[in-house]
């Protein structure tokens, strides 16, 4: 049996959904890192980005035995995700639960983006279900 080997860099680009909630005025962006460790998980937000930094831990990695399929990564991950509107700084929020990890950033009234933070920290609540 033969299989197929395919390198992997030392980080992986977790899949996200990002979306305008106009009822409640605010962008969310929800990205898929399920295992990842919540201690670990950094969001930085710019002007025009939002950056989420973290990792996924591989807890059940066994020490024997050959994969006849791998397809999970498991590591650092780096996902950056332009932002289609405007956000305010103030009152932003993360959640992490059930593996999906959501920010809710609130839409700026006007276009401009203050420039004074480049860098924001959101404490992450994890939620237990």
Do not use: C, W
Not at 66 to 79: H, L, V
Not at 113 to 119: C, F, G, K, V, Y
Request: charged share 25%.
């Amino acid at each position: 049996m033969d299989f197929v080997l395919r390198t992997r860099p030392g980080s992986f680009d977790p899949n996200a959904d990002v979306f305008v909630d106009e009822e409640n005025g605010r962008l969310v962006v929800v990205v898929e890192v399920a295992g990842a460790d919540s201690d670990a998980l950094r969001i930085h937000l710019d002007e025009r980005n939002l950056v989420i930094t973290g990792r996924r831990i591989d807890a059940v990695r066994l020490r024997r035995g050959s994969f006849a399929q791998k397809e999970i990564a498991f590591g650092p991950f780096y996902k950056r995700i332009a932002l289609p509107a405007a956000v305010e700084y103030d009152g932003a929020a993360a959640t992490y639960a059930d593996g999906l990890l959501v920010v809710a950033l609130p839409l700026a009234a006007a276009a401009y983006r203050s420039t004074a933070h480049t860098e924001l920290h959101i404490v992450v609540k994890r939620i237990h279900s």
